[in-house]
């Protein structure tokens, strides 16, 4: 009887470890092999090649710029979705008239596809769009948005942003509602202003939820896609073509499975590292790292 209870949780997690397995660890083993494929002669019967593809993404300007512009990306996207959702959820969660109202509409645009958020931005971003009609109305100079490589990563950040306040937001307030109401009474005792309040208590108390914020928008931004595919396309001039924009190039346009799974495992090993860090910067106390 007591085998049978051992047993029991293994049964239930079975089909999940199924789909786990065939969704999961199957094609993460599989890119792993073609990572040391040679497909560039033929297709349909690679040549092992060991380290080649390897050597061939360190040598190739066009990955490293890619390298380049998705820590770009991050570092243009990550601190924003970190502190500014923040500073929306601590204000939404005054006491004021039309709360509900002001929390649909800054999540609106999390339920909208992301697909629709960026034509839309691309739209607005057009030379004739609205953003370039509504500088002319005041006399200043139009800005190519799209078209040039200083500003066009810049542009993809925006809708990136745009898209993911609401998101973050919605899990600031969920972790606010866990802070205890007595700990602000005790710092309004002690005579804390309402900067005092939330530097003293509001801060440390979200520290788990910032980290979690901070390793999830750094993970995405690392996996962006979407906005670059729909917007620029990787231009102008290769100035936001990211990894992920990158491998989907020699996967599926150059047929290049080999290079494209280097790929993969190198964004794999960057988001590891990512993560690893954040682990130690955040979490050390949780899994033994540090005092």
Not at 3 to 10: A, D, E, M, S, V
Not at 14 to 34: A, N, Q
Not at 123 to 142: Q, V
Not at 192 to 200: C, D, M, R
Request: aromatic letters at 16%.
């Amino acid at each position: 009887m007591q085998n049978k209870w051992k047993i029991t949780p293994y049964i239930f997690l079975m089909p999940s470890l199924i789909l786990l397995g065939i969704f999961f660890f199957i094609p993460f083993f599989e890119t792993i092999v073609y990572s040391f494929q040679d497909y560039s002669n033929d297709i349909y019967s690679p040549v092992f090649g060991t380290l080649a593809n390897y050597k061939a993404l360190y040598h190739s300007p066009i990955f490293i710029k890619s390298l380049f512009n998705t820590f770009y990306f991050l570092i243009l996207t990550t601190p924003f979705l970190v502190i500014f959702p923040l500073f929306l959820a601590i204000l939404i969660n005054q006491k004021i008239r039309g709360k509900t109202l002001y929390k649909l509409i800054i999540y609106l645009p999390v339920v909208v596809s992301i697909v629709v958020v960026a034509i839309a931005f691309k739209w607005l971003y057009a030379p004739t769009g609205l953003l370039n009609y509504f500088f002319e109305t005041f006399d200043i100079p139009g800005i190519n948005w799209l078209s040039s490589p200083k500003v066009a990563m810049i542009s993809v950040a925006l809708v990136t942003i745009f898209k993911g306040i609401g998101y973050y937001m919605m899990i600031y307030l969920a972790s606010l509602m866990s802070v205890p109401k007595e700990l602000y009474e005790a710092a309004e005792i002690d005579g804390a202003g309402e900067l005092q309040k939330h530097l003293t208590v509001t801060i440390p108390h979200l520290m788990p939820t910032i980290a979690l914020v901070s390793t999830i928008s750094a993970i995405s931004a690392l996996k962006v896609f979407v906005e670059i595919y729909v917007m620029t396309k990787g231009g102008p001039l290769d100035s936001t073509k990211t990894i992920v924009y990158y491998i989907y190039e020699r996967a599926f346009e150059n047929l290049d499975i080999g290079l494209a799974s280097a790929a993969c495992v190198v964004l794999l090993a960057v988001v590891m590292i990512f993560s690893m860090i954040n682990i130690f910067c955040f979490e050390r106390k949780k899994y033994g790292l540090g005092k």
